[in-house]
């Protein structure tokens, strides 16, 4: 009878014991999960292909992804091949071009830029940051510049 007792209340302890440990470890995880967050390389891709010389008529554009950000390849009606980091420098919306107004447009706050990536109107404190490009053949490459 006695040893029923003592087996009965080690099995609840053990029960109990188990279940604290599973609750702490489900509060305080994700805490130090938050506060040291993983290691992530910046991914420094140099160059990418964005496309082919036939996707790109005069006077269009193409939003890529460069890395983590986006960057914008634009065919002017000049000829010439342009590209930016796509990345408003007023409060990172992602920029397009706007054909019918021939600049670069920010539609969060109105922010425009001229085909050289020059701020020109509205909030943007800064030009966009300007890519190379790079034909090869067919193909278009854009690359960071070297600084
Ligand atoms: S984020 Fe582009 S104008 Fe404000």
Same mark, same amino acid.
Request: contains cysteine.
């Given at each position: 009878? #006695? !040893?029923?007792?003592?087996? +009965?209340?080690?099995?609840?302890?053990?029960?109990?014991? !188990?279940?604290?440990?599973?609750?702490?470890?489900?509060?305080?995880?994700?805490?130090?999960?938050?506060? =040291?967050?993983?290691?992530?390389?910046?991914?420094?891709?140099?160059?990418?292909?964005?496309?082919?010389?036939?996707?790109?008529?005069?006077?269009?554009? =193409?939003?890529? =992804?460069?890395? +983590?950000?986006?960057?914008?390849?634009?065919?002017?009606?000049?000829?010439?091949?342009?590209?930016? /980091?796509?990345?408003?420098?007023?409060?990172?919306?992602?920029? #397009?071009?706007?054909?019918?107004? !021939?600049? @670069?447009?920010?539609?969060?706050?109105?922010?425009?830029? /001229?085909? /050289? !990536?020059? /701020? @020109?109107?509205?909030?943007?404190?800064?030009?966009?940051? +300007?890519?190379?490009?790079?034909?090869?053949?067919?193909?278009?490459?854009?690359?960071?510049?070297?600084?």
């Amino acid at each position: 009878m #006695q !040893g029923d007792k003592t087996d +009965r209340r080690s099995f609840l302890n053990y029960i109990l014991g !188990g279940s604290l440990l599973a609750t702490l470890a489900a509060v305080f995880y994700p805490v130090l999960a938050y506060l =040291k967050p993983p290691e992530v390389s910046e991914a420094m891709t140099s160059s990418i292909k964005v496309g082919n010389l036939e996707d790109f008529p005069p006077d269009s554009s =193409k939003i890529f =992804k460069f890395g +983590r950000k986006p960057g914008i390849l634009i065919h002017t009606p000049d000829g010439e091949f342009k590209a930016f /980091n796509a990345t408003c420098t007023h409060l990172s919306c992602v920029v #397009q071009y706007r054909k019918d107004l !021939g600049v @670069i447009w920010c539609a969060c706050h109105n922010g425009r830029f /001229n085909l /050289n !990536g020059k /701020n @020109i109107s509205g909030p943007p404190p800064r030009p966009l940051e +300007r890519f190379d490009v790079h034909i090869k053949g067919e193909e278009i490459y854009v690359s960071r510049r070297e600084t």
